[in-house]
Nanobody, 127 residues
Framework: QLQLVESGGGLVQPGGSLRLSCAAS?????????VAWFRQVPGKEREGVSCLGTNDYLPYYIDSVKGRFTITRDTANTAVYLEMNTLNAEDAGVYYC???????????????????WGQGTQVTVSS
């Protein structure tokens, strides 16, 4: 079992930055899993934003965040991060980290493919 807890969300002005963290704990290591960040706004499905495979090679980003967001995991495999820069209103939502078997470099991560989830952290972008 794996427990994930997100933090780092908050209110930021357009153009600002946030760094989301996802702390992992449990009886299994995060190193065995691909990791991903999803976001969700009211009335819409959870959207896969970025993912990183077990070898940390070639992360995937959706087009709208490429060049602005960076996903990483720490070398101890106890945490996952999402660095978000130049934020705009469309980036707002509840952000969830997740762990699952794989990350495709060709398509967005799909929620149903991920087994473990955090509780989410709210990101609000507003002046």
């Amino acid at each position: 079992q794996l427990q994930l807890v997100e933090s780092g969300g908050g209110l930021v002005q357009p153009g600002g930055s946030l760094r989301l963290s996802c702390a992992a704990s449990g009886s299994t290591s995060l190193s065995y899993y691909a990791v991903a960040w999803f976001r969700q706004v009211p009335g819409k499905e959870r959207e896969g934003v970025s993912c990183l495979g077990t070898n940390d090679y070639l992360p995937y980003y959706i087009d709208s965040v490429k060049g602005r967001f960076t996903i990483t995991r720490d070398t101890a495999n106890t945490a996952v991060y999402l660095e978000m820069n130049t934020l705009n209103a469309e980036d707002a939502g509840v952000y969830y980290c997740a762990a699952g078997p794989r990350c495709s470099i060709y398509s967005p991560p799909r929620a149903k493919s991920y087994d473990y989830w955090g509780q989410g952290t709210q990101v609000t972008v507003s002046s």
